[in-house]
């Protein structure tokens, strides 16, 4: 792949992170957004998913053995999307270092595999990391964020802007609150994409 083809695939690759983020809410539909989810998952074969996650589950256990930090990789498929796992049977302070703080880190070794993949098949990724459990207690987190924010909502009338966070929490949250009967809308750009919750 050339030097110009990947950079156009990278920013394509950032793009459609945005548009994770996006799906649930641009035109305050939830039925879209999960239309939008189907149609991705049927656009994208089973092997394709299967080798993507064999790639990354390449890349990542070299990227563990030269940072000398145990862990089991696990990969699953559904929904049209690659799911992949590190877990360790002790806890290790090597796999917490690439969660950081916020899962920051998380996120960007995230990035890295899609890139890996994108490398090795010249297909983009939307493959979910995650690192000892830390998205699904996160999601949980998210979901009592949604919860307060739709609380405050409803007590005050006035719509309430959340922290920034990455597209994949955001569309935890916008389907959360829509769970809820309210609405929410990203704003703001790169870093400081948020979600605002409102009753309408």
């Given at each position: 792949?050339?030097?110009?083809?990947t950079?156009?695939?990278?920013?394509?690759?950032?793009?459609?992170?945005?548009?994770?983020?996006?799906?649930?809410?641009?035109?305050g539909?939830?039925?879209?957004?999960?239309?939008?989810?189907?149609?991705?998952g049927?656009?994208?074969?089973?092997?394709?998913?299967?080798?993507?996650?064999d790639?990354?589950?390449?890349?990542?256990?070299?990227?563990?053995?030269?940072?000398?930090?145990?862990?089991?990789i696990?990969i699953?498929v559904?929904?049209?999307?690659?799911?992949?796992?590190?877990?360790?049977?002790?806890?290790?302070?090597?796999?917490?270092?690439?969660?950081?703080?916020?899962?920051?880190?998380?996120?960007?070794?995230?990035?890295?595999?899609?890139?890996?993949?994108?490398?090795?098949?010249?297909?983009?990724?939307?493959?979910?990391?995650?690192?000892?459990?830390?998205?699904?207690?996160?999601?949980?987190?998210?979901?009592k964020?949604?919860?307060?924010a739709?609380?405050?909502?409803?007590?005050?009338?006035?719509?309430?802007?959340?922290?920034?966070?990455?597209?994949?929490?955001?569309?935890i949250?916008?389907?959360?609150?829509?769970?809820?009967?309210?609405?929410?809308?990203?704003?703001?750009?790169?870093?400081?994409?948020?979600?605002?919750?409102?009753?309408?």
């Open positions: 792949m050339s030097a110009e083809s950079e156009h695939a990278i920013s394509a690759e950032f793009e459609d992170d945005r548009d994770d983020a996006q799906e649930a809410v641009l035109d539909s939830q039925d879209s957004s999960k239309g939008a989810e189907a149609g991705a049927k656009s994208v074969t089973a092997s394709r998913l299967e080798e993507e996650g790639v990354a589950a390449d890349y990542l256990e070299e990227l563990l053995d030269i940072a000398d930090i145990d862990g089991d696990d699953e559904r929904n049209g999307r690659t799911y992949i796992s590190i877990v360790a049977e002790e806890e290790s302070a090597g796999l917490e270092g690439l969660v950081g703080r916020d899962g920051e880190v998380l996120e960007a070794l995230q990035e890295l595999t899609r890139l890996a993949v994108l490398s090795a098949t010249e297909n983009r990724s939307r493959l979910v990391l995650d690192i000892n459990g830390y998205r699904a207690e996160r999601a949980g987190d998210l979901q964020i949604a919860e307060d739709a609380a405050a909502v409803k007590e005050s009338g006035e719509a309430v802007a959340l922290a920034p966070m990455s597209a994949y929490e955001r569309k949250v916008h389907d959360a609150v829509a769970d809820l009967g309210l609405v929410s809308e990203s704003e703001g750009e790169g870093a400081d994409r948020h979600i605002v919750v409102s009753a309408d």
